[in-house]
């Protein structure tokens, strides 16, 4: 069995039980749950020391989990996404399916199609979208590296994913573009 699919197994086997993983996700070193699970967003929230009205990033598959939990998308939102050039958040009004713990204060929810192949594995074996927040206690820096992240965020989590530790990842946050409901797009953060 591949060091991959041994990673992904580990991680669907702690997030199907309601466990909190650190994982490496196409931005940067990621705190993370399964986003349907709400007793699960809350162990996020006490583990990053975050105030509880802040939104989650989810990550989904693809279009087709996305089209799950927003139940329209503009015409031109596929031929949008796949012209981004690196990863993109989305931030959609009036969201179906999810936990309200992974909402913002006004309804709507952050969401990334991912391209990186481990969270993509992941993603497609657990069938749900993930939470994803920057591996570091609440107003700290986020780390850009595996070797960035606390001791102490290592030590509340339930398992720390086994895949590219070693790697220097040349991170930063995604991108965050508004889909308004008429279907305009307004970047919130470049």
């Known amino acids: 069995m591949s060091q991959l699919i041994k ?3 580990a991680a669907e086997d702690e997030l199907l039980v309601g466990n909190v993983i650190l994982y490496p996700t196409d931005t940067v ?4 749950c399964d986003a349907e699970n709400g ?6 929230v006490k583990i990053k ?3 509880a009205s802040k939104a989650m990033i989810l990550l989904v598959a693809d279009q087709q989990m996305l089209l799950r939990y927003i139940a329209s998308l503009p015409a031109d939102f596929q031929q949008f996404v796949q012209e981004q050039e690196r990863p993109t958040t989305y931030v959609f009004s009036n969201p179906q ?3 309200e713990e992974v909402l913002a204060d006004d309804g709507t929810v952050a969401i990334r199609i991912v391209k990186d192949e481990f969270c993509h594995r992941l993603l497609r074996q657990i069938g749900r979208p993930l939470v994803s927040t920057s591996a570091n206690i609440s107003g700290e820096p986020a780390p850009k590296t595996f070797a960035d992240v606390s001791e102490e965020i290592k030590k509340r989590v339930d398992l720390i994913v086994h895949w590219r530790q070693e790697e220097p990842m040349e991170s930063k946050p995604s991108r965050i573009v ?4 008429d279907g305009s797009q307004k970047v ?3």
Do not use: C, H, Y
């Open 7 to 9: 990673a992904v197994q």
């Open 29 to 32: 070193w990621g705190i993370g």
């Open 39 to 44: 007793t699960a967003v809350k162990k996020v």
């Open 49 to 51: 020391e975050r105030d």
């Open 97 to 99: 399916n999810l936990p």
């Open 178 to 181: 508004k889909i308004n409901p």
């Open 188 to 190: 919130l953060r470049d």
